[in-house]
């Protein structure tokens, strides 16, 4: 998937040398959530938070909507009200479900 701007790219595709998980990395500061189409500023406190973002901190360009509603709406009505514990289809599992659309 192509990001607004080379340098939220980066990060998007961020890998460190140093630290397999990357909220332990204090050089990763966003993380992006293919299945959600979600973007949010890592929270470096130990855990694996983020703040939910609306524009890119480099150029200012607004991100897409989060389809993370969209997503527990559409498992709803296929009966599935658990994705912990339920079976998800495949579909919704990366971006297919919003990359149909577009």
């Known amino acids: 998937m192509k990001h607004c701007c080379a340098r939220m790219q980066a990060q998007v595709d961020f890998s460190c040398p140093d630290h ?15 299945k959600f189409r979600e973007y949010g500023l890592r929270i470096h406190d130990g855990g694996s938070g983020s703040v939910a973002i609306a ?15 969209r997503w527990f709406d559409e498992l709803a009505a296929l009966g599935i009200d658990d994705p912990l514990t339920q079976v998800v289809p495949e579909r919704f599992r990366h971006g297919a479900l919003w990359r149909d659309d577009v």
């Open 55 to 69: 524009h890119c901190p480099w150029c200012g360009a607004t991100l897409p909507v989060s389809l993370r509603s």
């Open 20 to 34: 397999p998980e990357l909220d332990a990395c204090p050089e990763a500061l966003i993380r992006y959530s293919d």
